[in-house]
């Protein structure tokens, strides 16, 4: 199957701060996710890509869908404490041979000091 | 019900017994994943159901783990003669369809002791 490469792996921030992560792969995706995980939760999404070159914001979020579509990137503005946590993309698994299986980025971990 | 919903959250089970952990969809969901989280780790594909059908069961870890999926809805993932190894959260999705965004659940937290 494919395989999504995330970095930063984590990142330390001060509160205010942009920060940007993305997301890569060899391999062509026709849907980008970009997910959040605070502790002890399951996987929040965030936003939701499915055409090459889209750019979609969510309030502070960012994320733009690559024009080779092997890469997606997330930005978040004027960082605040609640952005804690852990950010995923995900995109379906199109060399799964059975199917689409949704597949995850091994995450970026952000910290944010005040 | 307007959430994935999980249960149980917590289980605790001696090494050896069988555990079995469910997973209620959100309401016409066609699509359903299982994933596995080690402690600060990332998302481990188990399985997914389009329908009742779960056409790949390569990322299973072991003959231990079987999932199955009825009436399009509910599914119950089941870990035999549980190994400490198997200690995870164990976190279920749904979705519209294959492919699409999925929704996840709070997860069972599975302690092998």
């Known amino acids: 199957g494919q395989q999504l490469n995330q970095s930063p792996q984590s990142m330390f921030i001060q509160e205010g701060e942009d920060v940007s992560m993305n997301c890569t792969s060899s391999?062509?995706?026709?849907?980008w996710l970009w997910y959040k995980q605070d502790p002890g939760e399951g996987p929040v999404l965030l936003i939701a890509?499915?055409?090459?070159?889209e750019l979609t914001s969510n309030g502070r979020l960012t994320a733009q869908f690559g024009i080779t579509r092997k890469d997606s990137f997330l930005n978040i503005s004027a960082s605040i404490p609640s952005d804690v946590g852990i950010y995923f993309c995900?995109?379906?698994?199109?060399?799964?041979?059975?199917?689409?299986?949704?597949?995850f980025g091994k995450g970026t971990t952000l910290s944010v000091s005040s | 019900g307007a959430g994935v919903s999980q249960s149980p959250s917590n289980k605790v089970t001696e090494k050896g017994k069988d555990v079995e952990l469910r997973c209620d969809p959100i309401?016409?969901?066609?699509?359903l994943y299982w994933y596995r989280q080690s402690l600060g780790q990332g998302l481990e594909f188990l399985i997914y159901?389009?329908?009742?059908?779960?056409?790949?069961k390569s990322g299973l870890p072991s003959d231990r783990f079987s999932a199955e999926r009825t009436g399009g809805s509910v599914s119950t993932l089941t870990i035999q003669r549980t190994q400490q190894e198997d200690s995870a959260v164990y976190l279920c999705?749904?979705?519209?369809?294959?492919?699409?965004?999925?929704?996840f659940g709070q997860g069972t937290r599975l302690t092998v002791v």
């Open positions: 999705a749904s979705s519209p369809r294959l492919g699409a965004e999925a929704f």
């Open positions: 890509l499915y055409k090459a070159g």
């Open positions: 391999s062509i995706f026709n849907t």
């Open positions: 159901f389009q329908g009742n059908s779960a056409p790949d």
């Open positions: 995900a995109g379906p698994d199109s060399l799964n041979q059975a199917g689409t299986a949704l597949i």
């Open positions: 309401s016409g969901h066609t699509a």
